[in-house]
């Protein structure tokens, strides 16, 4: 396993256009996150799975944002309709389930919304 | 209430002198988990470190240590010999049973290295 993958490196979108991102986690992982991080800050939480199930997510996600990991494997991200405060870097992470073990994290994908 | 708390925001050292970054946290869990990850330019956050609550002995891996100490709610890193390679934002990040074992994450502290 070469790690966690995440789909596209970059994406450059228009402001109102719909854009998914890719995640895909360490085989042996359950528990999949979604961060958010924008230039000179620390990663913001925005949702997670352990297996195919959402347990959580943040109350500062829009209704615009949406995520799913229809088969406890790999994840989408959805942005629908997107603005301009949307570009940041969307980190994907992997774990085992519970805290003694650390994430691991893809290389993220770096939105640009123009 | 911030719960990591980085209070540096950057460091600027000449190449080989020792550098230490702070990390205090709050927590009322009597179990818990304190990471550092690395971020170099390319972005990938790399994990360099898991402690339990349960262990305070400090931790040395190369020129990388940790000083962590539950009396005053720090979790240190220490580069000895700094090099240019280690230029980066450095978070530390803690994990608790009662927020399901996410991260909770510092603000980081972007490391310079000069020359």
């Known amino acids: 396993d070469t790690g966690v993958s995440q789909d596209p490196r970059h994406k450059i979108t228009k402001r109102g256009q719909n854009v998914t991102f890719r995640c895909d986690p360490i085989?042996?992982?359950?528990?999949l996150y979604w961060y958010r991080q924008t230039l000179g800050q620390g990663p913001e939480f925005l949702t997670y799975?352990?297996?195919?199930?959402?347990?959580?997510k943040s109350r500062l996600l829009s209704d615009r944002f949406s995520a799913e990991r229809p088969k406890g494997s790999f994840s989408t991200l959805e942005i629908q309709r997107t603005e301009q405060g949307d570009s940041a870097m969307y980190l994907c992470?992997?774990?085992?389930?519970?805290?003694?073990?650390?994430?691991?994290f893809g290389q993220g994908t770096r939105l640009t919304v123009v | 209430a911030q719960k990591v708390t980085q209070a540096q925001t950057e460091i600027s050292v000449v190449e080989k002198e020792d550098v230490t970054l702070d990390c205090v946290y709050e927590?009322?869990?009597?179990?818990?988990?304190l990471f550092w990850y690395k971020q170099p330019p390319s972005g990938e956050l790399v994990f360099l470190i898991r402690?339990?609550?349960?262990d305070e002995q400090n931790e040395i891996s190369g020129r990388y240590s940790w000083n962590f100490q539950k009396s005053t709610s720090s979790f240190n890193f220490t580069i000895t010999a700094s090099q240019v390679v280690d230029s980066a934002v450095y978070f530390c990040?803690?994990?608790?049973?009662?927020?399901?074992?996410?991260?909770?994450w510092g603000a980081g502290t972007k490391l310079i290295i000069k020359p």
């Open positions: 992470a992997s774990s085992f389930v519970g805290g003694n073990t650390e994430a691991f």
């Open positions: 085989s042996e992982h359950n528990r």
């Open positions: 799975f352990q297996n195919e199930a959402q347990l959580e």
């Open positions: 927590t009322r869990d009597t179990t818990y988990y």
């Open positions: 402690r339990n609550s349960f």
């Open positions: 990040a803690l994990s608790e049973v009662d927020s399901n074992y996410q991260l909770i």
